[in-house]
Each structure stands twice: as structure tokens, then as C-alpha cells.
């Protein structure tokens, strides 16, 4: 069933230089001329699609890094989204940012532009290990961004930080989250590195020129970040976010709700209930199919799939001019009842909520312990997980940990 979006995302696929260890679809060096362009397709997609959005739909400008974008090309898309109905008076209105990229000025004009919160990319306050992944900020700059942010009036602040950095020891690990929580932010989300085939870093591991921490070390990262935040006002609310209670990412919720949202921009994800839509990930085929777009059409079928579907890229966007009038940009993927299913299962057993075993029932009529009990009650004795007849199943802080081996069992 089609539902009208809850939240609203925003890709900006630019960043000031590329992290060795990034596989996003955010792109380095491409030049003013091509911003410019990407910001004008990005409002006539809005003019396109911006549609069936609820009045208090999240906003989420994320990326790449969407504060490279000049003062003049954020208002003119949030002018574009709130001419067109998107933006309508947001529970919460999310700005990304590289600590490298905001002054005052810009941080006061987000503000006026009605964004309410800032998550700022902050990963360490350790210059050698911002360093040696080739982040463009210092420790210095993160903590002067996150003043700069108060000073203009964002009191919620969200830092990113990641765990197992190439020299990170639970030491300055401990200090980096430290002078975090003293700066008072209401929000944390902390990563473990992946190492992502095909970036810099992994060629670099491979050489013997970086080394990663060890399994142990990592380990003991993991548990220094857990043990610490614990002691702390903010409390976890997801397998990696940590939240003064009421100041949850109410946007990324939604994603774990698996509610509907609309992506806009080169290589954003919709999903609006029943299928997914998966844009085009290079910001010229994005910019090319977005200006032969003419007005909408009737949505054909889309293409039915049990795995995600791969972004496309420029030959593969023709293609789908042809086939998907009302989505030339990207593909249309047509989701199974058991594809619906198995997300809601394994997103939902990501918050520290756990799943609503009465709300599993009445979305899709899945008794989930009839159906997996069996495999669940192992991960319940092993105390990972805890079962609440009729009410809720949810993770226990051994569960967070092994989470991944634990979403498995839905996966048909
Ligand atoms: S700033 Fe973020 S999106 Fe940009 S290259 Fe670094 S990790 Fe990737």
C-alpha cells in the first residue's frame, strides 16, 4: 500500500576531499559549474515529485557533505521544498555537516532556514587519526564547529565518531568521547570502520601501509565507547546511537520504523510503502535524466527483485527513461510482501525498543515467534535477546553487540 512520506531526505554528492575509507556516492573536485547545475536539477526534481508528503515530514539534508553547498543553493532548495509543500513545519530538520566546511555565518543562516539540528562529521578528536584517513578537519576545528553550532542557536547537535581507526587506542577513544559529552551535544552515533572494497584505505591495508586494529582491540573499543556512554546522560537507542532521552534522531527512526520517505538527489533511496527507488548514482546521469524529464507520467511497473537493486549509471538510465517514465533517474524496485517483512524485522530489532510484536502483527499479520521462535530461543538463552510474550522482542546489550547474527534468522 502507497503511504504518504513521514520524512524527507536530501543528497548532496560533494565533498571538499574524498575520507580514504568513503564509498559514498559523494564526489571530490567536480567544480562550481557542476554544483551549480546538480542545484537546479535538484530543485525541478522537486518540482516533479514533491508530492504526498505529510505536513510534519523530517528533513534530512545528509551526503557527501551538503554544507559545501553555498548559502545561496541551500535556500534555494529549501525555498524549492517549501514552495512545493515538502517542507511544512518538520518535527526536525537535520543539516550534515564537515566541521570543515561551517563559520557562524553559515551556521546562523541554517538556522534561519529553519533547520533545527546539526549532525556534525566529527569521527575523532585525535588529528593523527583524522589524519590518517583523510578527514579535512582538526580536533580543534570539531570542538570550535560544535561552539560555533551553539552560538547560533542549535541545542540538538549530533557528532559522529568512528570506532577502529588505524591507531585509535581505547585511550583516545575514551578522550575523544569525553570532550564530546562535555560540550554538551544531545546526540552520538558511533560507527565501527568498515572497510569498504575498492576505497583507498583498503588498498593501502593491503600494502601493509596502514594497519587497523586487531579483533581484540576492536573489541575493546567497542566495549570503552558502550561502558563510557553508560555513565553518561545519553543513552543508546539504536545499535549505534546514543541520545539524550527526547533528542533521538527523529528522522532516522523512521528508517528503523520503516516508515515511508522520499529521497531527493543524485543516488537517494524513496521507499513509499510498497516500492523502493533507487536514483541514479553519478551526478551526471542524475543531472542528464532529471533535465529530459518532462512532466510526469503514469508510473510503470518497476523491477521486481529480492536483493537491492544496484545503483545504475548513465547507459542504465536511459534504459529506464524508456520503462519508468515517472522515475527517469534510477530504477523502481518492487518489493516482495516478504522483503517487506524481513526490513521491518531487522530494522526494528535495531532500536533498543525492540520490535512491537502487536504492530509486527497488524502490519503484516506475522506472528513473529510462531514463525521464528524456534531459531530465536537460542539467542534468548544465550542472553542476547529477550522475549516479551505479546508486547515486544528486544536485543540486550551482549545482543547489540552480535546483532548481525541475530537479524539472520528473518532472512528467508
Ligand atoms: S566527508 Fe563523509 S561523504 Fe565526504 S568523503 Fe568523507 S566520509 Fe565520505
Redesign the pocket.
Known sequence: MQLDYEGVYVHTPF?????L????A?Y?GLGASVQERYVTDLCREIRLRGQSVRSGATIFFG???PTVLTTAQLTRIVTALKQQGVWRQPAEATMEA?PGTIDLAKLQALRQLGFDRLSL?V?SLNDTELKTV???HTAAQALEAIRLAQQAGFTRINADVITGLPGQTAASLQSTLTRLVDTGLTHLSVYSLILEPGTPLEKLVAAGTVTLPDEDLEAELYQTAVEFLQKTTLQRYEVSNYAVPGQESLHNLLYWHYRPYLGLGAAAVSFNGQDRFNAVRTVAAYCEAVEQAAVPAPVTPGITTRAGVKDTAAAATVAAVATTPAYPWGQVETLAEQDHLEEYLFLGLRTTAGLNLKEAWERFHCDVWVRYGQELQTFVDQGCLVYEPGRRLFLTSKGLRFGNRIFEVFID
Open positions: 565533498c571538499m576531499q574524498k575520507c575509507y568513503c564509498d559514498f559523494s571530490a551526503g557527501g557533505t564537515n562529521g569521527q583523510g578527514r579535512i
